[in-house]
């Protein structure tokens, strides 16, 4: 059962701290607090959204409400909840005042949605722009997705889409395959698990290696686990033969729950591969050096480890190990010019991060954070922003804006944009131009910014014709210089 506009409504104010709440009582700025609080999964105009969960948030601004749809059924809803729906009881934190104040604020956002007062805007199947250095337009690629996860080009016209869900497809010439390619081992696909990654070998026209990331499901002790494995395989007709598994922790290291992955693969070019895998939802997991959750990971193309990794000859860590202190790197790039290892990963409740990753380093998670937990306090064991052998980010996002996909432009149809650090986003639903310089931030801006769900960008890529592939949550869309 998809969550309710109630579950939404509660879920809202979870992040909502006692002290937070004790200054709504005193000053009244309903909307101020929900526009702090509560953006990233509802939306700024209540037009819905989705949880850290990866779950589908529906629009606060009209019916229907699985547990009513009048005032006091939204007003227990709120204070009593429904925690088996990831809806918490809200009413210890707020008084029956407080809650009904919410409750006049939506009914006060949905009369001025009925009359027109606010507008909801989906961007267009095709749209033009402006940014700092190019003006584009954006034209649907290829429609009929279902959450698309990750796309590579395998010539000139033919790529392969990935999906949350565990499927992916052939595109020839801008159509997708009628069905999805078979032989993929199975995938868990709840909460934030699915099929992740998909990436062809740098000699891919010579040896057809095609490479995958995507959570496994195991059982242990009669329990569902997952964990982030790699495979790689070759493509014949539309099934994936000659598999073989890259990556893939020792099962008792697989835990439970459905957050914090990773899943982009890099490769460097010199024979080495890199991935993220997230604390799952753990922070100790990235700080200790003997478990693969929280640490960006370097292999060779085969699944060995390379003997000048860092922690190759530490017997207490495990030997994959580029870098740790991760909390959820979902975008992973590498600057085509001189070589830097950039990850993209989510905070807590703010605190997003852009990294420069180097060997060995730590950086820190949950040791320093610039975000906060999701109640509104300081994160559990956290010393700050900063402190003595952790690293600082490149930049840092205020509030969260869920950066995911990420790679460097390198085309020529867009010459000023050559080797910027483009930047899907989830939660705030934008594309972002960066231009980095090592471990400095130069500058930064919006390319476009979409408002509903369907808007959320999950990765972007330049494709072999010099355009940028923008993987919305139901299309492709591709940009091209405008006219």
Request: hydrophobic fraction near 35%; glycine fraction near 12%.
């Amino acid at each position: 059962m998809r969550p309710t506009s109630l579950l939404l409504l509660a879920a809202a104010l979870a992040p909502l701290s006692l002290a937070v709440a004790q200054n709504v009582r005193t000053t009244g700025k309903i909307a101020e607090f929900y526009a702090q609080n509560c953006v990233n999964c509802h939306g700024a105009k209540l037009e819905g959204g989705m949880t850290p969960a990866n779950n589908k948030v529906p629009s606060l601004l009209s019916e229907p409400f699985l547990h009513g749809y009048d005032d006091e059924s939204i007003a227990k809803s709120i204070k009593h909840g429904y925690p088996e729906k990831e809806m918490p009881a809200w009413g210890g934190a707020l008084s029956d005042k407080d809650i009904r104040s919410m409750v006049i604020y939506l009914r006060e956002q949905q009369f001025l949605f009925k009359r027109g007062q606010i507008k909801i805007e989906k961007l267009p199947e095709t749209f033009t722009g402006k940014s700092e250095l190019h003006n584009f337009q954006a034209n649907t690629w290829v429609g009929d997705l279902i959450e698309p996860w990750s796309l590579a080009f395998l010539g000139a016209d033919k790529a392969i889409v990935t999906e949350k869900l565990g499927y992916a497809y052939l595109i020839d010439k801008g159509k997708r395959a009628a069905r999805p390619l078979l032989g993929l081992p199975a995938i868990e696909n709840g909460g934030q698990a699915g099929l992740y990654d998909v990436v062809p070998h740098p000699d891919y026209a010579k040896n057809g290696w095609i490479y995958f990331a995507f959570s496994d499901p195991q059982t242990r002790e009669g329990k569902p686990v997952s964990l982030t494995r790699i495979i790689r395989g070759k493509i014949k007709g539309n099934t994936l033969v000659e598999q073989q598994t890259i990556f893939q922790a020792p099962g008792e290291m697989y835990p439970s729950g459905g957050n914090h992955f990773g899943g982009r693969l890099v490769f460097d070019g010199k024979g080495h591969l890199f991935f993220p895998i997230g604390d799952r939802g753990n922070g100790s997991n990235a700080q200790n050096l003997g478990v693969v959750m929280g640490k960006v990971h370097r292999l060779k193309d085969d699944g060995t480890v390379p003997t000048d990794n860092p922690f190759a000859k530490d017997p207490k860590a495990f030997p994959s190990i580029w870098s740790y202190g991760h909390r959820n790197p979902q975008g992973l790039a590498m600057h085509p010019g001189n070589g830097d290892l950039y990850d993209l990963e989510h905070g807590p409740r703010g605190g997003d991060e852009a990294n420069l990753v180097l060997p060995g380093r730590n950086y820190g998670w949950p040791v320093i954070t610039y975000g906060m937990d999701y109640p509104g306090s300081p994160m559990p064991g956290s010393e700050g922003t900063a402190k003595e052998g952790m690293e600082q980010p490149v930049t840092y996002w205020l509030p969260s804006i869920a950066p995911c996909g990420a790679s460097f432009y390198s085309g020529d149809l867009f010459p000023k944009w050559k080797n910027s650090l483009f930047v899907a986003s989830l939660a705030a639903k934008e594309l972002r131009r960066l231009e980095l310089n090592g471990n400095k931030l130069v500058s930064q801006e919006v390319i476009f910014k979409g408002e509903t769900d369907s808007n959320r960008i999950r990765h972007v890529i330049g494709g072999p014709d010099g355009a940028l592939y923008v993987l919305f949550r139901e299309r492709i869309a591709r940009l091209t210089p405008a006219p």
